[in-house]
Structure formats: structure tokens, C-alpha cells
């Protein structure tokens, strides 16, 4: 009868330097990228990590002062326009020693928080906290514990950088596209906002501001429709729904993001009501879906890798420097036109 095979010990920093034939100070400098190790040790050491598979330990890395990990929070991994920030982290971080641990926020307050104190827990070396919803006192309290970067949120502190979309200018490229078109009755499916406090500076509410003030400037204020439901796809079924109920129906809608205009354009299907021929569709965030044939949807290109670019840039600068002064990136949005708008029917 064979003896049991035994387990496979993990290869530690003493056998990296038998190996490479040096002291363990040498192989610590190596991977902490210290001074006082010559091209030619960092060569040996390289060379015999890579020949006996070594990883270091990241709770061994924490307690020497970096983890080279950090936590990203998505408040929703079903939202296909937070892969595009999330490629944007990681292409910045590729040439890097940092790796991304995911942590999803679920869309709330007390998920959220327990997300992010266990990223803390876990010693990320910096967090990228995507459209949180945590009130301000919470983020500023994360701040101040671990360097952070707040993606899609237009609140301002000296505690973090921001990165945004401008919501409001991006929501009047829609308008203003719909009224060229010949639209005046533009409806708007909103993300419905329950906490006042975080209102303004939430990504919807700024694009549902933007929408009221586009309509305005071109004197359609009297044309002002909005349904509060939720960015989902599901909203945008409920949403859509509702216009239809509608005794004037709009003539055209701007879903607050594509996963909402998804749920739009299944309502008007099952409805039997063409787009664009019977009514126009828009949406926001230029996602990878809103490109495909058969979808076409027209959208706003928020740039979402140039945002998480940006985020894991301004990171690593709050890393390296935990004093310097807040950063806040706007970027500018475009508008891309594609099959589900058109004039409307005379």
C-alpha cells in the first residue's frame, strides 16, 4: 500500500535565498524594492522567485508597513458600466506590485459599510469606493483610516479625491439631441433618491437636474415628465410602463443609464411599440451593449476607463503622499447617436 503523498509545503523567503545562493536581507530588499541591492542580486533573487513559484504572504507584507492590495467597492456587479471602470483600475495598476480585491456594496448603507471595514480588516493599502452610498461622515471616516478615492459621487472633502462624470452637461447632450430631432415631449425615468442629504451629490439626481434644466432652456418646461423608479432594468420596465399609461404619451425617453433603457426597451417590445418609429430611446453610459447591432442604443460615453484611470492614479499619489491636497477629475461627456433615436412620427 503507497504512503500518503505529503502536502505541499509553501515555498518561504529561506528557501528563495538557498536558492539564489544570499541572505534573507537580500531577498526581503528585492521584494520590497529597497536600496542596496545591485542589478545583479535583484536578477539572482527574480530568477529563483520565479523558479520556485514564491508568493509573498500579503498579511507578512502588511505587517513591514504595504499589503500592494487594494479594494474596490461596485455598488452592483450586474451594472455593465462598472467593468469599464473597473478595466480602467487595472490597466493603470498592470505595470504595478498592487493588486484589485472586489467588494460588493449592494446598493446599501449597511452592506456598504460592512464591505468596506472588511477591506480595511483584510489591510488594503488604499480603497476605490465606486458611487457609494455611505453618508458623507462615513466616507470622511474611511478617509482618515485608508486612502481613498470616491468614483461617481460630487461631494467634495479635503480627506479624498473624486473622479465624476459631468451628469449635468451629459443629461443636456441628451435633450439637446431629442429636440433637434424634432422632440418636444421628452420624458425622463430617474433613479428615485431616498436619502435628502446625499441627493445633490449623487450621479442621478444630477442628471435629472440636468434634464429639467435642458428642457428648460429650450422653453419645453412645460413638457417636463419624470418617473422615479430605480437603475435597473427593472425600473426601466416600471418606468416605461408608466409612460405608456400615459393619455399624451412622450415621444421620446432618456433612461438615467443604459441597464435602465435595457428594462425600456423590453416594455416597449412587449408593448408592441416601435423604436424609434413610435418612440425614441436614450440612454446613458456607452455601455459595451449599447453598441451591439441589434440594440443600437443611443447613449452617453461617460469614459468609464479613463475614469478608473484616473481613480487608481490619484490613489497611488494619496498612497504615497497622505497630505496632499484633495484632487477632484471632471471629465466631459460625449454624446454617440445611434439607431433608437430618429425624428419623430408627423
Known sequence: MEEPSASPRRVTIVDVARHAQVSTTAVSKVLRNAYGASPEMRAKVRRAIDELGYRPLAAARGLRGQTYTI????????????????????????????????????????????????????GMDGLILVAPVSPGSHLEHLASVVPTVIVGRHGHSAAYDTVNDDDIAGAALVVGHLAELGHRRIAHI???????????????????????????????????????TSYTPQGGLQGAKELLARPRRPTAVFAGADIVAMGVLEAFAEAGVCVPDDISVAGYDNTTFAALGPVSLTSV?????????????????????????????????????????????R
Open 190 to 228: 430617474e433613479h428615485r433618491e431616498t436619502d435628502p442629504a446625499r441627493l445633490e451629490e449623487m450621479p442621478n439626481a444630477q442628471r435629472a437636474e440636468g434634464y429639467r434644466r435642458a428642457m428648460r432652456s429650450l422653453g419645453l418646461a412645460g413638457e417636463i415628465d419624470v418617473v422615479s
Open 301 to 345: 460615453d461617460q469614459a468609464g476607463r479613463e475614469i478608473g484611470e484616473n481613480a487608481a492614479r490619484l490613489l497611488l499619489e494619496r498612497i504615497a503622499d497622505r497630505n496632499k491636497p484633495s484632487v477632484q477629475v471632471r471629465l466631459s461627456p460625449k454624446l454617440v447617436p445611434r439607431r433608437t433615436t430618429a425624428e419623430p412620427r
Open 71 to 122: 479594494g474596490v467597492m461596485l455598488p452592483d456587479i450586474r451594472n455593465p458600466f462598472f467593468p469599464e471602470i473597473l478595466d480602467g483600475i487595472t490597466g493603470r495598476l498592470a505595470d504595478t506590485d498592487y493588486q484589485v480585491l472586489l467588494g460588493p456594496g449592494c446598493n446599501g448603507e449597511k452592506e456598504e459599510a460592512r464591505i468596506t471595514e472588511a477591506l480595511i480588516d483584510r
